[in-house]
């Protein structure tokens, strides 16, 4: 694509600067990089290196293009370069070979200073470059297209057919570089056009979203939990997002949880890392004091492995535009509610019924095409949306 013009994903003030840096970029492409020759891709046994800055959510949609790449080159392996925050992710994945960390520091969330997230970058960029300089790819695929792609890596290493979207500078390194459609468009579907250069074709309708978990008992997860197994199936609550503009206020989730409670007679656990959900379960605790044997905090009790296994087990789960959205769907029935989230772009890949409450507005008419999937546009969340999910889930219990 040198010298073809690019479209930015990004605003003018970040667009600008990218187009001056792919000056730069296409420069040194015709030079040098131009010159480097590691033949062409072996197709029998082709070794893969698959790239992501992204978080959990991100890395657990990455691995569902693993099975389509083993089932078009059955001996293939598979590398990942990503940050060290998704190895629970990868953790037991028997597709790859090895996973390599590189923290980026525009995407991690970790609680460092801006300078250490930078140092923390340049040492695992350093450390990673090391492991895989002497290592000849078949391929190298960088699904990132918004923010942070990890092109900036490939002077550094020896791929013969590098593939990516160049939305956010440095496409000047890539042999197949992509942009972004006008439509809107899923998050999967973008990742699937990367597969097209290998001879990949793959239908988001059809795709099988799967998490690598080992089986536990209802009596191994609920003794983490401090509690005897229930005799009803639980229903889940997890409302924690990792950017706080997509939270829902607090007396939401209480008026939500003490409906569900009315409901049935189900235990709820309310999982997640920070304050607000512990908050959320004293509130309701406070408010229904009958219910109180039936409330369960799951705060900083489970592992991503632990909450596959619990939502297998429940009844039905409610969750915001995060991790637990894509991790409960894989196993009961799922509502999300998606407060100013990407719409479309980035709703479920789902095994169980589940239902997209969102307000995005360019998604409003839009939905997938996948069995027992829907989604449902409304303009704010109020009430009403938390009678649409008290019916739901009547729905779901029959």
Known sequence: MIGKARKYCAPRSVAYPLQLLDVVVDGYARGSYSRRDFGSPNLDTPLILVMTSGHLGDALIVSYIFPL????????????????????????????????HLNHPNTNRRPLSTWGKWQEFYQTAKSATATLHDTVYD?????????????FVLPYLKVKRKIGYGTRGF???LDDEFFMPDEEVHNFDLILKLLKPMGIEADL?????????????????????????PTQKPILIFPESGDEVRMLPLE???????????ESTSPIVFGGQKAFTTNLYEQVRAAE?????RLVSAVGKLTLQDMASLSEQAKAAFTLDSLPMHLCCLGCPTLSFQKRGMGIQFFPISSQPTLVIHNHEPSRYLTLDRPGFSSEYVTTFDAGVIDRAVEWFRGIIG
């Open 69 to 100: 790449i083993r089932q078009r080159y059955p001996n293939a392996q598979i590398d990942v370069l990503a940050g060290s925050w998704c190895d629970p992710i990868w953790k037991g994945n028997p597709y790859i070979r090895r996973v390599i």
């Open 139 to 151: 391929f190298s695929i960088d699904v990132r297209f918004s923010d942070s792609p990890m092109h």
């Open 171 to 173: 496409g000047g390194l």
């Open 205 to 229: 309708r059809t795709v099988k979203p799967y998490f690598v978990h080992p089986a536990e008992s209802p009596d191994q997860l609920w003794s983490k939990l401090d509690r005897s197994v």
């Open 252 to 262: 939401y989730w209480s008026e939500l949880a003490v409906r569900l409670l009315q």
């Open 289 to 293: 004091p009958a219910f109180a044997d």
